[in-house]
């Protein structure tokens, strides 16, 4: 017997998905963010199925790029917050990979640093995320400094993230995009700037390089979807199956805290999946799953090993039927795992990265 919740990855759509981001900025080229476990999807497996497409990779840090490099992935891979103490420099050189310096500390260790061969720097300018990277005035001295060291540093770009790139409102993205622009055409700098609702809604900031991220994974992030945005194809879908059908009268309560109560005669299915799988625990009642490819709704708070549906509509639904939490039934319907995050106040990015390694993780590939 074995459990039957497992989250299945088409690779084939994670290849499509690339291929629309990379076909929208002919003029550029389109890196593949992994980082996170490629987004909870398995990071070598989606660093393998990408990488005779995508000409460079990247991840949070160097943790994440040496699983890469033991696997045997050859791609550039671009370290995006940089190295976190100077002693990392020499592995960032023995792994060939390229680096973000977003902090005076870094310059610093990396103009002291003598590495085999000059390393390839993306200069973090702070555009108005104010997170990470260097405020616009402070950038043409850091970029002379680094342009004139050569033995430490070669390809230098400037990079730069963008808070609202996926909002209807451009007004605060077209004030970085002025910034960049400025500062670009000052410094004759390559770019790097676009992630994923960038790259699919603002042809402005398509750069020499893009960062697309969860839009591989067939994730929508923008807030109004656009024509090639509804062309994204889920890569996971999360399924198990019902283990138990309660029959419940009218007044009777379902789970911890009797949250949900039947307003009818009413037939409950246990599904095999909870937030010790990594499902929200602060999901609604109504939440959206397939059975069978069927929409029915959640029916009461998610439990860690389980959660409740109420499939009183669903004659047919019983023990054994194939549940869909987000993803693609068998018959083709999608729920999309945007849509499954509205219903708990979050966004695709933690649940897809929220996955528990419980979960087995099958591949699929043409
Ligand atoms: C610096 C940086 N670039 C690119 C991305 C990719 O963003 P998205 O997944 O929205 O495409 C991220 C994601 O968090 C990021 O932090």
């Known amino acids: 017997m074995v459990r039957p919740l497992r989250a299945d990855i088409d690779l084939e759509a994670l290849r499509h998905n690339y291929c629309l981001a990379r076909d929208l900025?002919?003029?550029?080229?389109?890196?593949?963010?992994?980082?996170?476990?490629?987004?909870?999807?398995?990071?070598?497996?989606?660093?393998?199925?990408?990488?005779?497409?995508?000409?460079?990779?990247?991840?949070?840090?160097?943790?994440?790029?040496?699983?890469?490099?033991?696997?045997?992935?050859?791609?550039?891979?671009?370290?995006?917050?940089?190295f976190f103490t100077a002693d990392e420099l020499a592995c960032i050189d023995a792994l060939e990979l390229w680096t973000?310096?977003?902090?005076?500390?870094?310059?610093?260790?990396?103009?002291?640093?003598?590495?085999?061969?000059?390393?390839?720097?993306?200069?973090k300018v702070?555009?108005?995320?104010?997170?990470?990277?260097?405020?616009p005035p402070r950038v043409p001295a850091l970029w002379e400094r680094l342009a004139g060291a050569g033995a430490q540093v070669c390809d230098l770009h400037l990079v730069s993230h963008f808070a609202t790139a996926d909002q209807?409102?451009?007004?605060?993205?077209?004030?970085?995009?002025?910034?960049?622009?400025?500062?670009?055409?000052?410094?004759?700098?390559?770019?790097?700037?676009?992630?994923?609702?960038?790259?699919?809604?603002?042809p402005r900031a398509h750069g020499d390089w893009n960062r697309p991220g969860v839009m591989l994974y067939g994730s929508?992030?923008?807030?109004?979807?656009?024509?090639?945005?509804?062309?994204?194809?889920?890569?996971?879908?999360?399924?198990?199956?019902?283990?138990?059908?309660?029959?419940?009268?009218?007044?009777?309560?379902?789970?911890?805290?009797?949250?949900?109560q039947a307003q009818r005669a009413s037939r409950i299915a246990v599904v095999a999946c909870g937030y010790g799988d990594g499902y929200d625990r602060h999901a609604r009642?109504?939440?959206?799953?397939?059975?069978?490819?069927?929409?029915?709704?959640?029916?009461?708070?998610v439990s860690m090993d389980m959660l409740t549906v109420d499939i009183t509509d669903l004659p047919e639904a019983d023990i054994g039927s194939r549940v869909t939490l987000w993803g693609r039934a068998a018959n083709?319907?999608?729920?999309?795992?945007?849509?499954v995050a509205r219903?708990?106040?979050?966004?695709?990015?933690?649940?897809?990265?929220?996955?528990?390694?419980?979960?087995?993780?099958?591949y699929h590939d043409a």
């Open 220 to 260: 929508d992030p923008l807030e109004v979807a656009n024509a090639v945005s509804r062309r994204l194809k889920p890569v996971m879908t999360l399924s198990s199956e019902i283990i138990a059908v309660r029959h419940l009268a009218a007044g009777e309560r379902v789970g911890y805290g009797g949250r949900w």
């Open 100 to 123: 973000v310096v977003h902090s005076d500390w870094q310059v610093e260790a990396l103009l002291a640093f003598r590495p085999s061969r000059p390393i390839p720097v993306w200069l």
């Open 343 to 362: 219903y708990c106040d979050t966004i695709s990015y933690t649940l897809l990265t929220g996955v528990l390694p419980r979960v087995p993780r099958r």
């Open 332 to 339: 083709g319907v999608v729920l999309p795992v945007d849509e």
């Open 168 to 202: 209807a409102d451009t007004a605060y993205f077209q004030g970085q995009m002025r910034t960049l622009e400025a500062l670009a055409a000052e410094l004759e700098a390559p770019t790097c700037l676009a992630n994923s609702p960038a790259t699919l809604s603002h």
């Open 25 to 82: 900025a002919p003029q550029s080229r389109s890196l593949a963010v992994l980082k996170a476990d490629a987004y909870g999807h398995g990071l070598v497996a989606c660093a393998r199925a990408l990488e005779t497409l995508a000409p460079a990779l990247a991840v949070a840090c160097i943790e994440e790029a040496e699983v890469l490099r033991e696997a045997g992935i050859t791609s550039p891979i671009v370290l995006l917050e940089g």
């Open 285 to 301: 009642d109504g939440t959206p799953v397939l059975v069978e490819g069927q929409r029915a709704g959640l029916a009461g708070k």
């Open 126 to 135: 702070d555009s108005g995320m104010h997170r990470l990277g260097f405020t």
